[in-house]
């Protein structure tokens, strides 16, 4: 049974940063995308930043600058690093992947990140 396992959460002041990281289990083949997604109290979850297996990157908005998506296919891990954290960042932030050809997401069970002063 694959599982995603996020880590890194915790709280931070405006402009701190915080890495998150992400490790599959269970899985024998590569994710073809992996990224991490973030929802808000109140807000639709929604799509932080992606990288596919060809290392093709897609950020939202907000966080370009700031920002840092990596993986390691061989791993199956992919991690986030934010910088300039900004009070709007405070989500829970869900590890996602996705096999190439397959309709199935898999979530992490997520990870809180609080940034208040």
């Known amino acids: 049974q694959v599982q995603l396992v996020e880590s890194g959460g915790g709280l931070v002041q405006p402009g701190g940063s915080l890495r998150l990281s992400c490790a599959a289990s269970?899985?024998?083949?590569?994710?073809?995308?992996m990224g991490w997604y973030r929802q808000a109290p109140g807000q639709q979850r929604e799509l932080v930043a992606t990288i596919t297996k060809d290392a093709m990157i897609n950020y939202v908005d907000s966080v370009k600058g700031r920002f840092t998506i990596s993986r390691d296919g061989a791993k199956n891990t992919v991690d986030l690093q934010m910088n300039s954290l900004k009070f709007e960042d405070t989500a829970v932030y869900y590890c996602?992947?996705?096999?190439?050809?397959?309709?199935?997401?898999?979530w992490g069970q997520g990870t809180q990140v609080t940034v208040s002063s």
């Open positions: 996602w992947a996705k096999y190439a050809f397959r309709p199935r997401d898999y």
């Open positions: 269970g899985s024998i083949l590569s994710f073809y995308n």
